[in-house]
């Protein structure tokens, strides 16, 4: 009996979805299907990679602001948020790690573990990754909306259909009034290459910067930047620029903008995750809540305190108008004017950064060529990262600043434990602490080099 033509197109589905199931179980299919994937999404997006994101979220061809684009791309932005959309099939991967262990124990002490309630502490921790979700889809649709927003007159051609695109991978279909509506259907496909670790660092640092909680953190810093700035005595009719490289999710240069008004603040920050957290806490609006801790089994007192959430008090925060926030590399970044009577450089757990330490000695010295008096200050302790081809100590930095013509107007440190030590991210309900010591100093460029 032979197969009737209209029934081929099922059989041959049918056969193709049993293909398609086998191959789903074979990891060398599943990194070449995925690795295609990606490579169909970079052929999509290669206009995207020709679009510079500027500080408010335009988009142009040329950087307003540094010497080139660097990786400050649409493209780079749009893979910035692909990693932030991946957040919770990764963290409750990471906490499925902890329940599949369990398995490996005999029967008997698993029952031990049910008795624990074990499993349910498992179950509440991926609860709070949900729900710290939440906030990242928030994240990523203030985004998509500035883009639009700040791109709405933008005459580049293509540009809308580029930003259908855009919304589109993130679950969005913008409508002809610019408007996003959310797509249900919408199915996150996590990238090979992924960057969990960075994603939860900024999500982190969003209570770390603008929580009640970490104040105790920023308000040690916070004063001493400030202290210093007001002891140049500074006229409030000066053009005076304060830069903050680094900067984070952007508590201090907010805190900065706020205390000094008639003086401009630039922000600079590389990381586009950093940035992406950053121009959201400056411009949501609302409260949010996350669980920072959720996933730090070690050193935990109960579950309530492991998955205990911290709020973020975005509705008290008013963007000043002197603040502008840049995504670049500092080493290129380019002020706005070409002369002030002032620039001050505030760098806050930002040195020990550099890969080249003289890098960034060699960027904040040419300031010098656009103002009349160049002043550094700095705090944060010298934990060396990023594969430093250098790491000197406080005496090393102080010399090396005499060589090239700084002159310190303070200096101070604390070590001592029975002085206040300073945390970073630190869980306060836990067994396991770290603090900082800090090595403060204040600098003015005075002479050439000798």
């Given at each position: ?83 932030l ?12 790690v ?28 991926n ?10 889809e ?99 009719d ?12 952007g ?14 603040v ?12 950053g ?58 004017e ?20 003289f ?31 250098v ?29 206040p ?30």
């Amino acid at each position: 009996m032979g197969v009737s033509t209209s029934s081929l197109p099922a059989i041959a589905f049918t056969i193709l979805a049993v293909i398609m199931s086998f191959l789903r179980k074979y990891k060398p299919f599943q990194s070449w299907f995925i690795a295609k994937l990606e490579n169909s999404f970079v052929d999509h997006f290669t206009s995207a990679k020709q679009l510079v994101v500027n500080g408010d979220f335009s988009l142009t061809r040329t950087s307003k602001n540094f010497k080139t684009a660097g990786d400050t791309t649409l493209y780079d932005l749009s893979k910035a948020l692909s990693h932030l959309s991946e957040y919770l099939v990764r963290a409750q991967g990471q906490n499925g790690v902890i329940f599949q262990r369990t398995k490996e124990l005999p029967p008997d002490v698993r029952d031990q573990l049910k008795t624990l309630s074990y499993f349910s502490k498992i179950q509440n921790v991926n609860i709070s990754l949900q729900n710290n979700y939440k906030v990242v889809e928030s994240v990523i649709r203030y985004v998509l909306e500035q883009l639009i927003k700040n791109n709405a007159n933008n005459l580049e051609k293509g540009l809308r259909d580029q930003l259908k695109a855009t919304c589109l991978e993130f679950g969005y279909v913008l409508s002809e009034k610019n408007e996003l509506c959310k797509n249900s259907d919408n199915t996150i496909v996590a990238m090979l290459e992924s960057n969990q670790y960075r994603v939860s660092e900024a999500i982190s640092h969003l209570c770390r910067d603008w929580s009640p909680n970490f104040r105790c953190e920023r308000e040690p810093f916070n004063q001493f930047f400030k202290e210093r700035i007001l002891s140049l005595g500074l006229p409030e009719d000066e053009k005076v620029l304060i830069l903050v490289p680094g900067a984070g999710v952007g508590q201090l240069s907010h805190f900065l903008a706020t205390n000094f008004p008639h003086y401009a603040v630039d922000s600079i920050e590389w990381s586009a995750l950093m940035y992406i957290c950053g121009q959201f806490a400056l411009g949501y609006g609302k409260d949010v809540e996350l669980s920072p801790f959720a996933l730090r089994y070690s050193g935990q007192l109960d579950c309530a305190r492991q998955i205990r959430t911290v709020e973020v008090q975005l509705s008290e925060v008013r963007r000043s108008s002197n603040l502008r926030f840049h995504w670049g590399d500092f080493c290129e970044f380019i002020p706005t004017e070409d002369h002030y009577d002032s620039i001050v450089v505030c760098t806050e757990f930002f040195i020990d950064t550099a890969e080249n330490l003289f890098e960034y000695f060699e960027t904040i010295e040419r300031f010098k060529n656009r103002c009349n008096n160049l002043h550094w200050i700095n705090a944060g302790p010298l934990k060396y990262g990023t594969r430093p081809l250098v790491q000197l100590n406080a005496m090393e930095l102080n010399k090396l600043r005499q060589l090239r013509g700084w002159k310190d107007i303070h200096e101070s440190n604390v070590t001592d434990y029975n002085h206040p030590l300073i945390g970073y991210l630190t869980d306060y309900g836990s067994l396991f602490q770290c603090y900082y010591g800090a090595l403060k100093f204040h600098s003015t460029f005075a002479t050439d080099r000798k």
